[in-house]
Nanobody, 119 residues
Framework: QVQLVESGGGLVQPGGSLRLSCAAS????????MGWYRQAPGKQRELVAR???????NYADSVKGRFTISRDNAKNTVYLQMNSLKPEDTAVYLC?????????????WGQGTQVTVSS
């Protein structure tokens, strides 16, 4: 079994910062890519940022220059540093990892953490 546990969401004023964390645990051989998606009410889930196992990153255009994704391979953890937050960043943020368990690789999802940007 594999579990992804997220933390770090909350309420922040526009212009503020938050840091999300997602730790993977369980029967893990290796982790291919790690990323964050978000879903706002009435909207489709969208990719926010992703980092591969060699450190390559990609971001949604809407967050470039404001968000930074990073990973700690020793801890099987991915982080999302969010700066200059805007009300339109309000959403449930979900961690997504592609994990190799030795015989196959599969996508796993966290339970989601709420980020609310409001004054």
């Amino acid at each position: 079994q594999v579990q992804l546990v997220e933390s770090g969401g909350g309420l922040v004023q526009p212009g503020g910062s938050l840091r999300l964390s997602c730790a993977a645990s369980g029967s893990i051989f290796s982790i291919n890519f790690m990323g964050w998606y978000r879903q706002a009410p009435g909207k489709q889930r969208e990719l926010v940022a992703r980092v591969t196992n060699d450190g390559s990153t990609n971001y949604a255009d809407s967050v470039k220059g404001r968000f930074t994704i990073s990973r700690d391979n020793a801890k099987n953890t991915v982080y999302l540093q969010m700066n200059s937050l805007k009300p339109e960043d309000t959403a449930v943020y979900l961690c997504n990892c592609n994990i190799n368990r030795g015989f196959l690789a599969a996508d796993y999802w966290g339970q989601g953490t709420q980020v609310t940007v409001s004054s």
